[in-house]
């Protein structure tokens, strides 16, 4: 039965798990808001770990949450993995992150299905907070395994109402007893949809991705004077919220002078945000990305440039801070070509491509080999419960997926 001919993924199935998940945290626009270690990711947690159960495999957790799903294979050797995320944004889609832990959980399912023997064990890994959208960074507990961070920063991020996610784990039951790291794996790859319109448009259905641009993420605090908006002239304002304003028109101008490079802002908070009172205070986040450093390099310097300009002339001060940096990453040349036998095994068509996105497989990549596999998504619409991806592109994902699974596991026959 050890013929790779047969090994056949069912895309059915795989859909079936999408839609029956995508009821934890299912919110009435269709998308998901399932918030990393949140009672809906408890939910999908216990779901996954009773599949995996099911297939006969052990599961282990670490001390960050991150789950580990593992079939044995013929050879007591380290596990190939296939991971992603399970978390999604608050208002987040059904394949984001989901795709790559349901497709791997499809890909092990079919091999069980048909009693075939890997060499190597198999694994599956859900990484906690990938989105980073609850509490910053993203791909945090992925970088705890891979030694970028400590358990204890981990422990101690708070979301934007205080709560730490250490605390948030131990109440959901996933603060694991393994240490970070220590659940080993030689390889990994990583299935996802591609977040963007490049694939759709070319029409291709597989991506083979090579490599994960460059991110940086900043905090900003303009401070001005609360005054009262309709006895305070125009002229004597200490406004945060207009300083803001500029600073983020600014930021926009950052990203459109370093093409193909990208620059937003996404969390803004206003205060007292009251509708006659002048704004005290704004605190706002900044998102740099580009896939060469030293470009990244000069966008950094040109935001920090125009916003200490905007600060100076608009009658505030600001405060700004680097809160994380995650460096361009390329990943391992044998298994992006397992990706690329394993598109043209199943006959589908390919590109090369580099994320735009991040994601765990970024910092697993710097720890051990890995690589990832892109499928289209409608409009390239992601982070949005509009987010879509057909049945047969999911089923093309997983499949692909298998197969470069196989292709690399025969290096261990
Ligand atoms: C993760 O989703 C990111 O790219 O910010
Ligand atoms: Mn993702
Ligand atoms: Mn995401």
């Not at 059915?12 to 945290?25: P, V």
């Not at 890994?125 to 989105?131: H, K, Q, R, S």
């Not at 991506?207 to 609360?226: F, I, L, N, P």
């Not at 600073?247 to 009251?274: K, T």
Request: charge should be negative; aromatic fraction near 6%.
């Amino acid at each position: 039965m050890n013929s790779k001919t047969n090994l056949t993924i069912n895309p059915q199935r795989l859909w079936d798990s999408l839609m029956e998940t995508a009821a934890f945290g299912g919110t009435p626009k269709g998308g998901i808001k399932r918030l990393t270690v949140s009672d809906e990711d408890k939910e999908v947690r216990d779901w996954f770990k009773a599949e995996c159960e099911k297939l006969g495999c052990t599961v282990q957790v670490d001390e960050v949450g991150n789950m580990f799903a593992t079939r044995p294979g013929k050879k007591d050797i380290l596990p190939i993995a296939m991971g992603s995320h399970l978390d999604t944004q608050p208002t987040g889609g059904k394949f984001d992150g989901v795709l790559g832990v349901l497709g791997a959980l499809e890909a092990l399912r079919s091999l069980v299905d048909m009693g075939y023997e890997t060499n190597a064990p198999i694994m599956i890994v859900n990484w906690t907070n990938e989105e980073g959208s609850r509490f910053a960074p993203a791909m945090l507990c992925s970088g705890v395994y891979a030694g970028v961070f400590t358990a204890d920063y981990a422990y101690t991020r708070e979301d934007r109402s205080g709560v730490k996610l250490g605390d948030e784990l131990s109440r959901i039951g996933y603060k694991g007893e393994h240490k970070a790291g220590a659940i080993k794996f030689e390889s990994m790859f990583e299935l996802h949809i591609e977040q963007g319109p490049i694939l759709e448009a070319e029409e291709k259905i597989i991506g083979v991705v090579t490599g994960v641009q460059g991110m940086r993420w900043y905090e900003v605090t303009v401070t001005g004077q609360e005054s009262h908006t309709g006895a305070t002239p125009m002229g004597l304002r200490k406004n945060a919220l207009l300083a803001s304003a500029r600073m983020i028109d600014a930021i926009d101008h950052v990203g459109m002078n370093h093409l193909p490079g990208v620059a937003s802002v996404g969390l803004i908070e206003n205060r007292p945000n009251s509708r006659n009172v002048v704004p005290g205070e704004v605190f706002f986040t900044v998102d740099l990305r580009h896939p060469d450093e030293a470009v990244l390099d000069k966008m950094e310097a040109a935001f920090r440039q125009s916003i200490a300009k905007i600060g100076a002339g608009s009658n505030v001060t600001f405060e700004e801070k680097c809160i994380w940096k995650s460096p361009a990453v390329k990943f391992a040349p044998a298994l992006i070509e397992c990706v690329r036998q394993g598109a043209k095994q199943a006959g589908y068509s390919s590109r090369e491509m580099a994320s735009g996105a991040g994601h765990d497989a970024a910092y697993i990549a710097r720890v051990t080999p890995t690589t990832m596999i892109f499928v289209p998504c409608l409009g390239g619409i992601s982070h949005n419960e509009a987010e879509s991806t057909t049945l047969e592109e999911c089923g093309a994902g997983a499949q692909v997926l298998l197969n470069a699974v196989l292709a690399h596991d025969a290096s261990f026959a």
